[in-house]
Nanobody
Framework: QVQLVESGGGLVQPGESLRLSCAAS????????MSWYRQAPGKERELVAA????????NYADPVKGRFAISRDDAKNTVFLQMNSLKPEDTAVYYC??????????WGQGTQVTVSS
């Protein structure tokens, strides 16, 4: 059974940091590209950051470049999103995604991140 379980969300003040984790099970984690998406109320889900299998490369949405960092630990089947200098506009539900060409994709259930003073 495939599972992606996000954790680490919460309420923080502007300028603070959070680290999201996504623990994967039920598939060959190391063979999948991993991504973080987010969805704010009334908005479409958008890509935040992605990392290829074997951590060959990473990709970031313009609004988070220089503030967020995606990484993965294939030994622990976990992908991380380090979020620094958080802004109110970062408030959203953050979702973990696993994708492998020809094999399909999986989603986690999401974790809420709220940035507010």
């Amino acid at each position: 059974q495939v599972q992606l379980v996000e954790s680490g969300g919460g309420l923080v003040q502007p300028g603070e940091s959070l680290r999201l984790s996504c623990a994967a099970s039920g598939f060959t984690f190391s063979s999948y590209a991993m991504s973080w998406y987010r969805q704010a109320p009334g908005k479409e889900r958008e890509l935040v950051a992605a990392i290829t299998s074997a951590s060959i490369s990473t990709n970031y949405a313009d609004p988070v470049k220089g503030r967020f960092a995606i990484s993965r630990d294939d030994a622990k089947n976990t992908v991380f999103l380090q979020m620094n200098s958080l802004k109110p506009e970062d408030t959203a539900v953050y979702y973990c995604n696993a994708y492998r060409a020809g094999w399909g994709y999986y989603w986690g259930q999401g974790t809420q991140v709220t940035v507010s003073s």
